[in-house]
């Protein structure tokens, strides 16, 4: 298979094509990831849940992550790598400037930021000098104080039409890929409609245009407990690989995620 680039997962979604991502932190499940066929994954600041143990994304910093992306990245030859910007690493557009570049000189193809209208100038700026950026809306983990807990959002009117307008504002910005967390379904199905950019649901229900977990989730072996928007793949499989290509097929005929699998 050719190297997975933006344009590949746009023109997937033009086709209808499923998109399945996943997180890594190391080159060896890196590795597997790639040879099961996955299309994009993500460095995720959730290293620091599922690595660190610690109780949120917060403390996870920009050396961290630059040290896990160089891992994934030689684990790596046509997978999509995508890097989380950690908490407060891009609070101003020159900080996202110098510490993005840490990400992309580390391996990244694309760097994840969290938020809405607040990051149109850094976004505009950031893909003006090369550094092509996925956004991420609904419940971002680095809000959690703001939130007041790992809680649904997008739940009200209000904030459900809000949140359209800010996917729409990042796509102007110049974001090529959006990731939706926990919100309703109805939610998902809008914003997807709504951009032309693909979306990638985690708990955003089935119709986002792609999926990503975490693989500590998707493969049952998290610390702390299991989201009621993630499945074990590998307790249907018994095999790493084998459980990847399975959440690879499942998401590409729809079967997941199911009915359990989704927020209302
Ligand atoms: O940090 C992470 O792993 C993420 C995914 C849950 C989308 O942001």
Redesign the pocket.
């Known amino acids: 298979m050719a190297k997975i680039t933006t344009a590949t997962l746009l023109k997937m979604k033009q086709q209808g094509e499923k998109i399945s991502?996943i997180?890594a932190y190391d080159a060896s499940f890196a590795k597997l990831f790639d040879q099961a066929g996955i299309h994009a994954i993500?460095?995720?600041?959730?290293?620091?849940?599922?690595l660190q143990g610690q109780n949120d994304?917060l403390p996870v910093s920009i050396g961290d992550m630059a040290y896990h992306t160089g891992c994934v990245a030689r684990g790596v030859e046509e997978t999509l790598i995508i890097a989380?910007m950690p908490f407060m690493t891009y609070a101003t557009t020159e900080q996202a400037y110098s510490n993005a570049a840490k990400l992309m000189q580390a391996g990244a193809s694309m760097v994840?930021m969290?938020g809405g209208l607040w990051l149109v100038d850094t976004i505009k700026g950031l893909v003006e000098r090369g550094i092509p950026v996925c956004g991420?809306l609904g419940l971002?983990?680095q809000s959690v104080n703001v939130f007041g807990g790992f809680k649904v959002q997008g739940r009200q009117e209000d904030k459900a039409l809000e949140m359209v307008e800010h996917a729409k504002a990042l796509e102007a910005a110049g974001v090529q890929l959006i990731?939706l967390?926990c919100i309703p379904e109805g939610l998902g199905k809008a914003i997807s409609e709504a951009v032309s950019i693909p979306t990638?649901g985690?708990g955003a229900g089935k119709h986002t245009d792609g999926q990503?977990?975490?693989m500590h989730d998707a493969l049952g072996i998290s610390c702390s407990y299991m989201p009621k928007f993630s499945r074990n793949f590998l307790v249907d499989t018994g095999d790493i690989k084998k459980a990847i290509e399975l959440y690879i097929e499942e998401v590409s005929n729809g079967n997941f995620p199911g009915p359990d699998h989704i927020f209302k």
């Open positions: 991502t997180t993500l460095i995720g600041d959730s290293l620091g849940m599922v994304t989380d994840k969290e991420h971002t983990p990731v967390e990638i985690i990503i977990l975490v």
